[in-house]
């Protein structure tokens, strides 16, 4: 049997950072996007980078990474236009998909494999779902094969919520508030910089 995969979200326009892209904003000397892809890296799974088409400033900040970019036509269709990407671009076989956003500076390595242990030990046969330390449902999320054919069909921004609603997922709580924080606006950085 294959390995899951990780699929790292990163070809969202960055709008309501009013101007800036979040995802190449610097943290200890890095990228953001580049951050999230080594974390990602680090587990040893295979990571697919969904990217808006074309040689880009977001492919240049992961050169020198092992990732597989996945371009997507249509990035401004939503987050679903980036899972449908994704996820069609699986080898097949891939026993599951543990989708990531890459605006969440706090998701760490470690975090990342407990999603995966999780997912292992079912069988590669629930959704898997971060939640805060205190159970609020967060990201990132895993998901099954079954259920590639249904991502493949999302539309809109709404990602994979109508699924999950239908999935009883198997919450995996995090240290504090990984889950949650993600980087959207000028405010959040500020805020996450403290």
Do not use: C
Not at 25 to 41: F, K, N, Q, S, V
Not at 48 to 56: A, I, S
Not at 149 to 157: P, R, T, Y
Not at 170 to 187: Q, S
């Amino acid at each position: 049997m294959r390995a899951p995969a990780i699929l790292l979200l990163a070809a969202g326009a960055s709008r309501r950072m009013r101007g800036a892209d979040k995802l190449l904003l610097m943290i200890e000397g890095r990228p953001l996007l580049a951050r999230m892809a080594a974390r990602a890296l680090d587990t040893g799974y295979p990571v697919f980078v969904t990217l808006p088409e074309g040689e880009g400033p977001r492919r240049a900040a992961l050169e020198g990474l092992k990732i597989t970019p996945v371009a997507v036509a249509n990035p401004g269709r939503g987050m679903s236009a980036s899972i449908r990407a994704g996820i069609g671009a699986l080898p097949p076989g891939t026993p599951a998909a543990l989708i990531m956003l890459a605006d969440m500076p706090e998701i760490t390595t470690s975090d990342l494999d407990a999603l995966l242990a999780a997912s292992a030990r079912t069988g590669h046969q629930r959704i898997i779902r971060a939640t805060a330390e205190d159970g609020t449902p967060g990201n990132p999320v895993l998901f099954p094969a079954r259920l590639f054919s249904a991502l493949k069909a999302l539309h809109g921004d709404q990602g994979a919520r109508a699924l999950m609603k239908q999935g009883n997922p198997l919450p995996v709580p995090l240290p504090g508030r990984h889950a949650l924080i993600d980087l959207d606006t000028p405010e959040d950085w500020q805020a996450w910089q403290g």
